[in-house]
């Protein structure tokens, strides 16, 4: 038997239907685990009660820090996070890029709310706990259970609104079958990084996607209007079309963070086509030293 801490943020595992007909999520962790087989020792603490699609970088920081405080108590040997499917994601990897401990952190949710006649949120949640308390998945990282499915984190995205496993990506590290789980893979681990400061929460990171048509009018627009970086998606290896050299360039320039990334799920970006002077990378002058 092992003792689980359970953390709750919300999401649709803790949402039921309101009189307008959507969801909303008012469940909090305590209620989650009525439903729960007593095969380990669980204690819970909500962290927020809120749809997923509605966390800023401060939630996703105040997430990690108490799952944090979480693994330091010697008498917790797992921990588990429900959490809302749209940027679990983003929240996992977070925690997953400063995860320090060898105790596993298990994400999940559901697709389902609470009051659902078919909810699938109580067998993810049971599922989750059975991971985070098998001594096999130490020294996993973090890792995120759905359906009977348990990944890694890193690669991991949300690949469909209504499937039962929603995610795709990332390496399966076990599965279940019946109420038994099998390890079937262990995930490298690379070093943690600092937990982020207070400054994290003010961060601004913009997202623009290329696509035939698109300018550099956004682009332009998110330097000026304070960006601290933007994502480049390019097209195919990492292309944009005219005019974004001379944007990134300004963009740079003005002390904002250029990232070229590409909307392709997989492969690398690499530097192989060029037009006249649009070439597709831009390797900034250094900055000039201050004065």
């Known amino acids: 038997m092992a003792s689980i801490r ?78 809302g499917t749209d940027t679990m994601e983003e929240t996992a990897f977070l925690l997953d890029l400063v995860h320090a401990s060898p105790k596993p952190v298990v994400f999940t949710g559901s697709v389902r709310p609470l009051d659902s006649s078919a909810a699938d949120g109580p067998s993810n949640l049971e599922e989750a706990v059975e991971a985070a308390a098998a001594p096999e998945l130490r020294d996993a990282g973090v890792l995120v259970s759905f359906a009977g499915a348990v990944r890694s984190v890193r690669g991991l995205h949300k690949a469909s609104t209504v499937a039962a496993d929603p995610f795709a990506g990332g390496i399966e590290v076990a599965h279940f079958i019946g109420d038994t789980l099998h390890v079937t893979a262990r995930p490298l ?18 997202i623009i996607d290329c696509s035939p048509g698109t300018g550099t009018e956004l682009l332009s627009f998110a330097v000026h209007a304070g960006s601290d970086a933007v994502v480049l998606a390019g097209t195919g290896s990492g292309n944009a079309g005219p005019g974004f050299v001379e944007a990134v360039q300004d963009a740079v320039r003005a002390g904002c963070f250029v990232v070229l990334s590409s909307r392709v799920p997989e492969g690398p ?8 002077e649009e070439w597709t990378w831009f390797v900034p002058e250094p900055f000039p030293p201050e004065t």
């Open 6 to 83: 359970i953390l709750g943020t919300g999401g649709t595992i803790a949402s039921r239907r309101t009189a307008a007909g959507g969801l909303a999520a008012s469940a909090r962790a305590e209620e989650l685990i009525r439903t729960l087989p007593r095969r380990h020792t669980v204690s819970v603490r909500d962290i927020m009660v809120s749809e997923s699609y509605r966390l800023q970088f401060s939630d996703l920081r105040t997430i990690a820090q108490a799952a944090r405080n979480a693994l330091a108590d010697t008498t917790v040997d797992g921990v588990v996070i429900t959490h």
């Open 269 to 276: 970006v690499v530097p192989a086509y060029g037009a006249g």
């Open 189 to 206: 681990r690379p070093a943690p990084v600092a937990m982020p400061t207070g400054d994290f929460d003010t961060t601004r990171v913009e």
